[in-house]
C-alpha cells in the first residue's frame, strides 16, 4: 500500500520562501507521475504542480508559476515543492498526490502573513 507523508509546512511572512516534501513508501518511487495540490479553507481543492515519473517535465498553475518549484529524488523516495515569494493567497493545506494510484498525503499546513 503507497503511502505519502508531507512535512515542511509552517508560518510564513509573505515574500519568504518554504520547501515541502512528500516521502512516499510503498511502490516504486520513480514508476509515477506525482503532484501537488492545495485547499484553502472554504475552496475547493486545486492544482499547483506536478512533476512526471522521469522527472524531465513539470507542470505549474498560473497562480504559482515563477514562484514554485517541483523535482523529486528517487533516491530518497521524495518530491519536493520549493515555494518561493510567498503570498497571503498561497495559505492553504498543502497535498501531495501520487497520480497512478490515485494516493493522498495527509496534507501540511502553508500560511503565509502580510
Known amino acids: 500500500q503507497v503511502q505519502l507523508v508531507e512535512s515542511g509546512g509552517g508560518l510564513v511572512q509573505a515574500g519568504g520562501s518554504l520547501r515541502l516534501s512528500c516521502a512516499i513508501s510503498g511502490g516504486t518511487f520513480s514508476d509515477y507521475a506525482k503532484g501537488w495540490f492545495r485547499q484553502a479553507p472554504g475552496k475547493e481543492r486545486e492544482f499547483v504542480a506536478a512533476?512526471?515519473?522521469?522527472?524531465?517535465?513539470?507542470t505549474y498553475a498560473n497562480s504559482v508559476k515563477g514562484r514554485f518549484a517541483v523535482s523529486g529524488d528517487n533516491a530518497k523516495n521524495t518530491v519536493y515543492l520549493q515555494m518561493d515569494r510567498l503570498k497571503p493567497e498561497d495559505t492553504a493545506s498543502y497535498s501531495c498526490?501520487?497520480?497512478?494510484?490515485?494516493?493522498w498525503g495527509q496534507g501540511t499546513q502553508v500560511t503565509v502573513y502580510s
Open positions: 512533476i512526471s515519473s522521469s522527472g524531465a517535465t513539470t
Open positions: 498526490y501520487q497520480f497512478a494510484t490515485k494516493s
